[in-house]
């Protein structure tokens, strides 16, 4: 299987080619003012589909001027020091700090002094995905009422939530040629920024999702699950399944099972998992390989988890 994950390099002196190299990669028309003929930008991108990880360093004192970018951008500050203007609003950041460029598709202004920064591009897909309440109550694009996280240990969840993608899930090629492992890693992405930033996100069930959330609905959403579990589906496409609003089917899960739709879900896919090592050839199979097939990326996580549910090691299953 092809990977869709693709890395990219980039470095370069030259400030026309700089200037091309940001504006197509990030689709948006920019301005570039300061620094000299001569200051050097390296650029490093992992790209995985409805996200992307990016780490950049410079050399200069530049002014950047963006038009807007239809995506959700979380930039970390590695080494350097920023200050990014938006919305008639200024904000000082330096090394460690963590801040929204902007809210989606609107322009914004950055000062950015010598040295390296980290970014995060979200698809807004992948956020209403996560984020995504009843059908005639969805606020439309969710907008971030605020640009810096709600508190500085949200900040650091953001470090540790990115670090894990980038450790654990893109540096392993089984696992992140697996839809369902860049699936779920994007979710994890969208869900610590609806965490981290305050947002105008729907969270309260309603009446109607309180009436909705009985057995009938359990069945359906677990039938649609069990036929399913192969897929990259998410927990909107189970309540639409269901049909019945996500915090419908979030309270079926709770009330009756105690659980999450989610959690439901990765319980299927270890027993499938289970299923394929019982069945597996030592000889030609690894147990990482089967496990990135139903979406687990860590192996130590896997072991873990299938060694709580069936009291062995999944290698000892393999090689029985």
């Known amino acids: 299987m092809t990977s869709p994950v693709q890395t990219r390099g980039f470095e370069s002196r030259d400030p026309a080619v700089i200037h091309d190299f940001l504006a197509s990669t990030y ?10 003929e001569s200051y050097r930008l390296v650029h490093r991108r992992v790209d995985a589909g409805p996200f992307a990880l990016a780490a950049a ?17 979380v930039c970390r500050s590695h080494t350097a020091r920023l200050e990014r203007a938006t919305d008639a609003s200024v904000h000082r950041c330096g090394p460690g ?6 809210r989606p598709g609107l322009p914004f202004d950055v000062h950015w002094q010598p040295g390296e920064v980290e970014l995060c591009v979200l698809d807004l897909a992948v956020l209403a995905q996560v984020a995504t309440a009843a059908p005639d109550r969805r606020p439309g694009q969710i907008r971030f009422t605020d640009l810096a996280p709600a508190t500085a240990a949200l900040a650091r969840q953001w470090f540790t939530t990115t670090r894990y993608i980038s450790d654990v899930v893109l540096t392993n090629p089984i696992a ?28 309260d069930p309603t009446i109607e999702d309180r ?42 899960f709770r009330r009756h099972l105690d659980t999450t739709p989610m959690a439901y879900l990765r319980q299927i896919r270890l027993d499938r998992a289970h299923h ?16 990135s097939r139903w979406g ?4 130590s996580r896997f072991t873990a988890r299938y060694h709580a549910s069936y009291g062995v090691p999944p290698r000892e299953t393999l090689n029985a």
């Open 57 to 73: 360093g410079q050399t200069a004192h530049l002014d950047i001027g963006v038009n807007g970018i239809d995506a959700l951008v």
């Open 211 to 252: 009436r909705n959330a009985g057995t009938a609905t359990l069945r359906r959403a677990i039938s649609f699950m069990d036929e399913h579990a192969d897929r990259d589906i998410t927990a909107a496409d189970i309540a639409n399944a269901a049909a019945v609003s996500l915090r419908a089917v979030q309270l079926a």
């Open 296 to 299: 687990f990326a860590s192996h």
């Open 276 to 291: 394929d090592l019982v069945r597996a050839n030592p000889h030609q199979d690894t147990v990482s390989a089967i496990a």
């Open 176 to 203: 992140s040629a697996q839809p369902l492992v860049i699936g779920n890693a994007a979710r994890m992405l969208a869900a610590a920024a609806l965490t981290i930033f305050p947002n105008t996100a729907v969270t």
């Open 97 to 102: 700090d963590v801040f929204l460029t902007s």
């Open 27 to 36: 689709d948006t028309d920019l301005r570039i003012h300061g620094g000299d």
